[in-house]
């Protein structure tokens, strides 16, 4: 891609979200060498992120959600972007759903990263490393039931050579992990009961691991995995390569 067109228009920006830059940076890091290696083009801000408002706008906080939306874009215009990819279930759901909303002139096309990837893999554009497990898959509530999307992170899985064995609530009648809105800060222990009781369906399918795809989910549920013996990972550490290559 030119310069010119980098500074002016038809970018691509990776976002990764405040949970991921601040609490899951190796997420980011896996995302950001898995986009490269399919040979996507895009931009990273990293450290000038700016919140997306998800966390205002399900505290109710309209006018500063109306405000973060307006910065943001005019932020992502003085770069170039019309195209983001986004590894936040939130952060995707946010942008896709509320930003046109909130911000009228809005013409920025989102996806989530399992889309993109999933693709890739489809075009050959991207290997798929070999985790021949029995696994289970945590619909995350913004990117299953909120967004829709329940096929590409399973086809993704399937890519790397893992069989699915369904938990019992799954896809649009998945069980939330307890991790979000706010629950987990303000009611912890209850919020660890949820996780708990997910963690005991996804035991049940016999499957000693379970994947997903959204950072919240991923640490909440990894968090209270070890007294179930059950190993979570996030989608991305399926798909990474040589684990010596260098982070970004």
């Not at 039931?145 to 649009?172: H, V």
Request: proline share 3%; net charge positive.
């Amino acid at each position: 891609m030119s310069l010119l067109k980098k500074i002016f228009k038809g970018n691509t920006l990776y976002y990764r979200g405040c949970l991921t830059r601040a609490a899951a940076r190796e997420i980011g890091s896996n995302y950001f060498i898995l986009l490269k290696k399919a040979g996507v083009d895009f931009i990273d801000l990293r450290d000038k992120e700016i919140c997306c408002g998800s966390p205002a706008i399900s505290s109710g906080h309209k006018k500063e959600a109306k405000e973060l939306a307006e910065k943001n874009f005019k932020f992502f215009k003085s770069r170039g972007v019309d195209r983001i990819i986004v590894s936040c279930p939130g952060c995707f759901r946010v942008f896709a759903q509320e930003y046109p909303k909130l911000v009228p002139s809005w013409d920025i096309k989102v996806e989530h990263i399992s889309q993109t990837l999933s693709k890739a893999i489809k075009e050959g554009k991207l290997k798929a490393e070999d985790f021949p497990k029995t696994v289970t898959y945590h619909d995350p509530c913004h990117l299953g039931r909120l967004s829709g999307i329940y096929d590409e992170p399973r086809e993704i899985i399937k890519a790397c050579g893992a069989k699915i064995k369904e938990m019992k609530l799954s896809r649009e009648e998945s069980f939330c992990c307890g991790g979000g809105g706010g629950l987990n800060s303000n009611y912890n222990s209850l919020a660890n009961s949820i996780a708990k009781e997910r963690l005991e369906m996804a035991k049940e399918t016999s499957a000693k691991c379970l994947v997903t795809t959204c950072p919240m989910c991923y640490l909440h549920l990894k968090n209270n995995a070890k007294e179930k013996g059950m190993e979570v990972k996030e989608l991305s550490e399926l798909l990474r390569g040589d684990r010596k290559e260098k982070r970004k």
